[in-house]
């Protein structure tokens, strides 16, 4: 990540930050945990503006890392797993479930209808389609169930690749603004204790 600093004195702002690494990590620290916390936020929003999942869900999913003086770096993960699809609105009918992923339209699962798994010790609603035998064996999948298909959406990783480098650009200005912002108030510090 690139930093652009614009501080008045910058000759004298460079000769007191010479060596001084603890201190000028501590100061990247704070702003690249900043700049994590806003990066959040706008994934976030940006996320729910392409698919339909609740606040609380995204953010629940998002595993904030911050950054520390042994590793200046700040990072969010998301879960590569799919994303059931009964956690979006969805409506069961004659014909199947209709189910809303993305902003402005819905799907309709044919055959579609909402059962109930387990998942480690507790239930889960799920959207699956029964298959018919082939072969006279019914298909084997990913569930481990024979019979029936669980259809899952995108995940939130998936999501978050489409909108991550525009939160980056976002980012990107904010962290370099909280940079000179500490570089200032450490200035203002040292030339209060002479």
């Given at each position: 990540?690139?930093?652009?600093?614009?501080?008045?004195?910058?000759d004298?702002?460079?000769r007191?930050?010479?060596?001084?690494?603890?201190?000028?990590?501590?100061?990247?620290?704070?702003a690249?945990?900043?700049?994590?916390?806003k990066?959040?936020?706008?994934?976030?929003r940006?996320?729910?503006?392409?698919?339909?999942?609740?606040?609380?869900?995204?953010?629940?999913?998002?595993?904030l890392?911050?950054?520390?003086?042994?590793?200046?770096?700040?990072?969010?993960?998301?879960?590569?797993?799919?994303?059931?699809?009964?956690?979006?609105?969805?409506?069961?009918?004659?014909?199947?479930?209709?189910?809303?992923?993305?902003?402005?339209?819905a799907?309709?699962?044919?055959?579609?209808?909402?059962?109930?798994l387990k998942?480690?010790?507790?239930?889960?609603?799920?959207?699956?389609?029964?298959?018919?035998?082939?072969?006279?064996?019914?298909?084997?999948?990913?569930?481990?169930?024979?019979?029936?298909?669980?259809?899952?959406?995108?995940?939130?990783?998936?999501?978050?690749?489409?909108v991550?480098?525009?939160?980056?650009?976002?980012?990107?200005?904010?962290?370099?603004?909280?940079?000179?912002?500490?570089?200032?108030?450490?200035l203002?510090?040292?030339?209060?204790?002479?």
């Amino acid at each position: 990540m690139k930093f652009k600093l614009d501080i008045k004195g910058a000759d004298t702002a460079i000769r007191q930050l010479e060596g001084l690494k603890k201190e000028a990590d501590l100061m990247t620290v704070r702003a690249l945990n900043k700049g994590l916390s806003k990066a959040a936020t706008l994934s976030n929003r940006e996320i729910r503006g392409q698919v339909n999942l609740k606040l609380n869900y995204v953010k629940e999913r998002m595993t904030l890392i911050k950054a520390n003086p042994d590793r200046l770096a700040a990072e969010i993960k998301t879960p590569r797993r799919g994303t059931l699809m009964t956690r979006y609105p969805h409506r069961v009918l004659k014909r199947g479930v209709k189910v809303r992923v993305k902003k402005g339209g819905a799907k309709l699962i044919r055959g579609g209808f909402v059962t109930t798994l387990k998942a480690g010790n507790r239930r889960v609603e799920a959207i699956a389609v029964a298959q018919p035998k082939q072969g006279g064996r019914w298909p084997r999948y990913k569930t481990g169930n024979r019979k029936i298909n669980v259809r899952y959406a995108p995940s939130i990783s998936q999501v978050y690749q489409n909108v991550k480098g525009n939160v980056g650009e976002q980012v990107d200005p904010y962290i370099s603004d909280q940079m000179q912002k500490e570089i200032n108030r450490y200035l203002r510090q040292s030339r209060g204790r002479r």
